[in-house]
């Protein structure tokens, strides 16, 4: 719900370049082979059986191998840049339609399924994204079954559907820690939203704002009916979280948590929050921002809300209801 600083992914890619490079020369060669001699494994014994690319697919491919490391790395703007290239070839949509076959197969080739069910745990966790970049409302993790061991592995979906575009399924900016149920609803559809950013004002400051209703507020504060507590979703700039993800009808189940924040906006004030901030500050004086974290339970800056669940409601209305 807030731009990802995208030089986080740049440092992890650069300090791990000799595990990253060897993935792209392996992917690279598989792709090479395909061009060379394109066939998939089919049939009860898995025999090799050949395909016939047309010459678009053939055009893509030695696009694809003449750039495949710079694609890998590509930061959003090169991917989008690379999208209008291979559009210019195979458009997303004809690509998705009429070229299952040969997409399948690149797919598998560029090694993205293999990669998933090991690479990706550790790189994902390098990242200290845990929260789906789409809801914030739960962990960016779900549960595989590889070879019959049940494994908590990061739900990733692809920015550009690798359904369109295969070019991209293991590009490293194309790929987001998301929740099961936010991965099912965007499916193949797009999202107007600059997951990975490098503008200061995307990192700022993120488009999206939870609030309170004032005078639900003030009837809690009446009644202490959590129920009449009404939360309200902004998407300042209209781009249409709440319809491709249903945000409202998540946090509207979530008012015991809203309710816990106006409490604390009754019992607690700012001198006993400036109290805290002179305890830790003698005792962890590089923890300060701890603080605030213990008297609202969660994280309160807005660039550590992809840390976890939840974070990005919480601090709205810990602001709004001056907690922190």
């Known amino acids: 719900m807030i731009s990802i600083n995208q030089n986080i992914i740049i440092n992890i890619l650069e300090s791990n370049a000799p595990d990253i490079n060897k993935i792209i020369e392996k992917a690279k060669r598989s792709v090479i082979n395909f061009r060379e001699k394109s066939d998939k494994t089919g049939g009860r014994n898995k025999q090799r059986i ?11 491919l030695d696009l694809l191998i003449d750039k495949f490391e710079d694609i890998v790395k590509s ?20 690509m998705s339609r009429n070229h299952k076959i040969f997409k399948n197969e690149l797919i598998n080739r560029m090694g993205y399924s293999s990669l998933r069910n ?7 966790r390098k990242t200290e ?20 061991i ?6 990733v979906d692809h920015f550009l559907p690798k359904s369109e575009y295969p070019c991209f399924s293991i590009s490293f900016f194309n790929l987001l820690p998301v929740c099961g149920p936010c991965n099912g609803k965007k499916s193949a559809n797009s999202v107007d939203f600059n997951v990975y950013s490098e503008d200061s004002l995307d990192l700022k400051e993120s488009p999206f704002k939870f609030k ?6 003030i009837s809690y504060r ?8 009404k939360i309200e979703f902004i998407d300042s700039k209209k781009k249409g979280f709440n319809e491709s993800f249903d ?37 962890y004086p590089n923890k300060i921002p701890m603080a605030e974290r213990l008297l609202v339970g969660n994280y309160t800056r807005e660039k550590d809300i992809h840390r976890r669940p939840m974070s990005k409601f919480t601090q709205d209305i810990a602001k709004q209801l001056k907690i922190i």
């Not at 009446?222 to 507590?229: A, T, V, Y």
Request: glycine share 4%.
């Open 222 to 229: 009446i009644n202490g009916i959590k129920e009449k507590l």
């Open 75 to 94: 930061n959003p703007i090169k991917i989008n840049k690379y999208k209008e290239q291979f559009d210019n070839i195979i458009s997303g949509l004809e």
């Open 50 to 60: 050949p395909i016939l690319l047309s010459p678009e697919n053939i055009e893509y």
């Open 247 to 283: 945000i409202e009808g998540i946090y509207a189940t979530q008012k015991d948590l809203a309710e816990e924040l106006v409490l604390k906006s009754i019992i607690y004030n700012r001198s006993y929050l400036e109290s805290l901030k002179k305890s830790f500050n003698k005792l």
């Open 129 to 148: 994204i845990k929260a789906c970049v789409y809801c914030n409302s739960q962990l960016a993790v779900t549960v595989k079954t590889i070879k019959g």
């Open 118 to 124: 090991d690479f990706y745990a550790n790189y994902f």
């Open 150 to 155: 049940k494994s908590a592995k990061y739900q």
């Open 212 to 217: 309170l209703d004032k005078k639900s507020i």
